[in-house]
């Protein structure tokens, strides 16, 4: 009977508990299988598991990083950018930390942070070849979308680039619309500068409402309700000033909406991503890093 027990004992061990095995303890498998299957924040704990039990595996960085990308695809962009610093600062030299450092770019780059992109971009990311380039041009489109042309045509010229010239002097040359025009404009005629910025709507309610209170004022002291008049001159004032702001606010979105379209187009013709949002490019750019 015991000797039975020692052959029988084995194999209902591997039945009911295959993985215990047959995982490998050192690599966070059940961590990628849950980052794979888009559900990052259990995918965060189990990789921080792994971590806690073998913070000196050769699979940490990748987990480290595997973390700080759960983050991205989450939008926590503060912890975001703390894991990416960790992975930077607990990894460096590797491909994990330069690759940190590029992903560090896209996140300010997503929340429209181009200023800091393109003055951070100033220092290389390691010094791999496809990590550079990309660094390189995500640089650029961060000049275009912060509207620094001037110096995007002297950046265009830099070899494995996107955005020629004629595409910054296309950006350049777009037909915007003059806020100061739009607000004098609706100075004179209230809704007028809603109409130059093809705010249609906008330009009908303040023709209306501005219409509405100078006619209920004068017929009020028409009628020798000077009180009230004076009552609904005021709010004549405030409604006024308002429709002059709004025209000069409309002509920026209409401006900045032109130039977001057009950026828009030029990325889908350059074939222009963040290499946070294609998880097929970043396994490829992880697996010739390595």
Known sequence: MK???IFILPLLMLVLFPTVSLADPTSPGFADALFAEGDYFRAITEYKRFLYEHPDA??????????????????????ATAALEHVIATSTPSPQADLAQLLLLESAFKQGKYTWVASRSE????????LLDRQQNLRLWALAYQGDYSTALAFAATPNTD???????????LPTKSPTLAGSLSAILPGSG????????EAG??????????AGGLQAIDSGNEVLGGILFFFEAGWYGGNIYNAMNSVHKYNRTLKNDTLKDLAKRYQFSLLMDDTSALLELSTSLD
């Open 123 to 130: 220092h290389p990311a390691g010094h791999t070849p496809q």
């Open 163 to 173: 955005l020629m010239a004629a595409d910054l002097n296309r950006l350049q040359q």
């Open 58 to 79: 050769t699979e940490a960085p990748r987990a480290r990083l595997n973390i700080a990308r759960s983050y991205l695809h989450g939008e926590r962009w503060k912890k």
């Open 3 to 5: 000797f039975r027990l």
């Open 194 to 201: 809603q109409l130059y910025a093809k705010r249609y709507k």
């Open 205 to 214: 309610l303040a023709l209306l409402l501005n219409a509405a209170f100078i």
